[in-house]
């Protein structure tokens, strides 16, 4: 069986590096803004396993560049604070039905707003997983996208963020400045 064609793409906002990886029948994972180039490139590496196999039809790879491509415009103008939801195909990785069921809870939260883990626990119908929960946005592949940095602690506190507490807040702050407008 042919391994399927795994793209990769690195570029620079005025957040700082962007990382994407794509197969041609979507998106499959971001990296968060990084100072350095170098450290998305090696997250992307250690993340996913690239493979290029020369011998597939242009047009999967041809997709996957565009896939890449309109990612990259639609991240740029969601930093920017001219987008609000993002309409890319996505490639979900092989996860728990759990993890699924995170993710899928966490995309339900609207642009500008905030909910907490317990709210995703019991969204999903597991009240007691709060931790849980957690460690599956912490796997979330796709930050951004499926905004993972909407989720808070009850109490109000940030909680965690793959992309560090200073980035969740920047994101947040971009948002409800850009909801109040």
Same mark, same amino acid.
């Given at each position: ?9 690195? %570029? ?7 990382? &994407? ?27 996913? =396993?690239?493979? &290029? ?11 996957? %560049? ?6 990259? @415009?639609?991240? =740029?103008?969601?930093?920017? @604070? *001219? =987008? ?19 993710? =899928? ?45 909407? /989720? ?6 940030? @909680?965690?963020? @793959?992309?560090?507490?200073?980035? *969740?807040?920047?994101?947040? /702050?971009?948002?409800? *400045?850009?909801?109040?407008?």
């Amino acid at each position: 069986m042919d391994q399927p064609n795994l793209l990769t793409k690195t %570029f620079a906002t005025c957040w700082g590096y962007v990382g &994407l990886a794509a197969l041609e029948r979507g998106l499959v994972r971001i990296v968060l803004p990084r100072k350095k180039e170098k450290d998305v490139v090696r997250e992307i590496r250690n993340t996913v =396993r690239e493979s &290029l196999d020369t011998d597939t039809a242009l047009g999967s790879v041809a997709q996957a %560049f565009e896939i890449l491509d309109v990612a990259e @415009g639609q991240i =740029r103008e969601y930093l920017a @604070g *001219k =987008r609000r939801t993002f309409d890319l195909p996505l490639a979900r990785p092989d996860a728990t039905a759990f993890a699924r069921a995170v993710w =899928r809870a966490c995309s339900e939260i609207p642009y500008g707003e905030t909910r907490s883990y317990q709210w995703i626990a019991r969204r999903i119908r597991r009240p007691k997983a709060s931790r849980a929960v957690g460690t599956a946005l912490g796997a979330n592949p796709l930050p951004l996208v499926v905004p993972c940095h909407r /989720v808070i602690c009850s109490d109000g506190s940030l @909680g965690g963020y @793959g992309g560090g507490l200073e980035l *969740k807040r920047r994101l947040l /702050v971009l948002e409800r *400045k850009d909801s109040t407008s």
